[in-house]
């Protein structure tokens, strides 16, 4: 298994900046993909941005240019840097990765955003 911790979320005013980290262990070497999703009141968990094995990038329409998906240099890592916030980028977020057949989640974070 692979087993996460997040951390980095809080309270920011909008246009400020936060980082998220998400730390793996366990079957690290099985990771496949590296993913941030959130999870705002009342709605659906939405995919943010992921990064795969191989360096390949994507990102929710909403966070282009804002956002920034990283990891280390060990791969175990991965980060992700929130700039220019808006209200409505309040959420909780969460790391998970695919591993295997199968995908891991974080506990979650809050990233709340006041006008």
């Known amino acids: 298994q692979v087993q996460l911790v997040e951390s980095g979320g809080g309270l920011v005013q909008a246009g400020g900046s936060l980082r998220l980290s998400c730390a793996a262990s366990g079957r690290i070497f099985s990771i496949r993909a590296m993913e941030w999703y959130r999870q705002a009141p009342g709605k659906q968990r939405e995919l943010v941005a992921s990064?795969?094995?191989?360096?390949?990038?994507n990102y929710a329409d909403g966070v282009k240019g804002r956002f920034t998906i990283s990891r280390d240099n060990a791969k175990t890592t991965v980060y992700l840097q929130m700039n220019s916030l808006k209200p409505e980028d309040t959420a909780v977020y969460y790391c998970?990765?695919?591993?295997?057949?199968?995908?891991?989640w974080g506990q979650g974070t809050q990233v709340t955003v006041s006008s």
């Open positions: 990064l795969t094995r191989s360096g390949m990038t």
């Open positions: 998970s990765m695919l591993y295997d057949s199968t995908r891991s």
